[in-house]
């Protein structure tokens, strides 16, 4: 059995470069990207789903909960970083990288307690697989799984992305050490048209 752990789909402020409120929906491009990632989902029969409640999260869990019939439980383990006072102001307008700052925002989260976070969320990502008889499905942020990847799996050969795509699925095993058996796959949108093709690495 394993664990996937997958991005929401694309949202209007992730094509426009803008760090995102903690409210934003999916996009029309997300939503039909969550439609296809849901039928690649229900062939791998999870038996449970794990979501951020963030909307673009929760959209994207609702998807496959329609698809497989399994209702997600909501996590805030699972949230993208807090950028507070930086949410809503495009990528541009600073003349440094806010994804990567180890401080704080104003009114957000410190990189050290962002990580510290991630690993709670994978503790309890582990602890519900436990209690399963098949895969456990686990829909966060790019950020989040970024970290996950970068920090706390055995990549297992596979490199790092610069960043996570949109619908991109990554599956460990459960068992120590963690090891990757797939990183940031988009497989089910290929030769949709709905491919993630921003290059750089961008909250979400």
């Not at 449970?48 to 963030?54: E, Q, R």
């Not at 990567?100 to 104003?106: F, G, I, L, T």
């Given at each position: 059995m394993s664990i996937h752990f997958i991005r929401h789909g694309e949202t209007l402020l992730n094509a426009a470069r803008v760090i995102q409120p903690a409210d934003t929906p999916l996009g029309p491009r997300g939503l039909e990207q969550a439609e296809l990632l849901a039928q690649r989902?229900?062939?791998l029969k999870?038996?449970?789903?794990?979501?951020?409640?963030?909307?673009r999260a929760w959209q994207t869990a609702h998807?496959?909960?329609k698809a497989t019939g399994l209702a997600p439980r909501a996590t805030s383990l699972l949230w993208e970083r807090n950028f507070g006072d930086f949410r809503g102001k495009a990528h541009k307008d600073f003349s440094f990288d806010p994804m990567?700052?180890?401080?704080?925002?104003?009114n957000g989260e410190s990189l050290a307690t962002f990580h510290a976070r991630v690993e709670q969320a994978l503790?309890?990502?582990l602890a519900l697989h436990a209690t399963l008889d098949g895969p456990l499905v686990v829909?966060?942020?790019?950020?989040?799984?970024?970290?996950?990847?970068?920090?706390?799996?055995?990549?297992?050969?596979?490199?790092?992305?610069?960043?996570?795509?949109?619908?991109?699925?990554?599956?460990?095993d459960p068992a120590k050490p963690h090891r990757a058996m797939l990183v940031n796959c988009t497989i089910h949108l290929s030769g949709s048209a709905l491919a993630d093709d921003v290059k750089s690495l961008s909250g979400g």
């Open positions: 989902i229900k062939a999870p038996a449970a789903i794990l979501s951020s409640d963030m909307p998807a496959i909960s990567s700052m180890e401080d704080a925002p104003p503790q309890q990502a829909v966060s942020h790019g950020l989040v799984i970024h970290s996950l990847l970068g920090r706390c799996i055995d990549l297992n050969g596979h490199t790092l992305p610069e960043r996570i795509s949109n619908t991109g699925v990554s599956t460990i």
